[in-house]
Nanobody
Framework: QVQLVESGGRLRQAGDSLKLSCAVSGRTFSNYAVGWFRQAPGKEGDFVATISSSGGRILHSDSVKGRFTISRDNALNTVYLQMNNMKPEDTAVYYC??????????????????WGQGTQVTVSS
């Protein structure tokens, strides 16, 4: 079993920066691809970013490309989401998810086997 715990969600103003963390435990972290997703109130969930198990392959959604950066530290069993130049439309609950995979990343929520409980990010205008 794999456990994921997100942290770092805060209230921020437009233009601010914030870094989310996703701590993973329970299995060999370096064998798992990890993705970030978000869900705003009344809306369907959206893909944000994903990173392969080694960190060599990364994908960001068009809506966050150039503003958000996903990274991972396999020594600390943690994946990060650095969010810069935040906008009110970034307001959502952010979830991280993991899938056992050695080479690829995944942008569909249905691809993932394990999920965290989410962390709230609110951006005021």
């Amino acid at each position: 079993q794999v456990q994921l715990v997100e942290s770092g969600g805060r209230l921020r103003q437009a233009g601010d920066s914030l870094k989310l963390s996703c701590a993973v435990s329970g299995r060999t972290f370096s064998n798992y691809a990890v993705g970030w997703f978000r869900q705003a109130p009344g809306k369907e969930g959206d893909f944000v970013a994903t990173i392969s198990s080694s960190g060599g392959r990364i994908l960001h959604s068009d809506s966050v490309k150039g503003r958000f950066t996903i990274s991972r530290d396999n020594a600390l069993n943690t994946v990060y989401l650095q969010m810069n130049n935040m906008k009110p439309e970034d307001t959502a609950v952010y979830y991280c998810a993991a899938k056992r995979s050695f080479a690829y990343y995944y942008s569909r929520d249905s691809d993932y086997d394990y999920w965290g409980q989410g962390t709230q990010v609110t951006v005021s205008s």
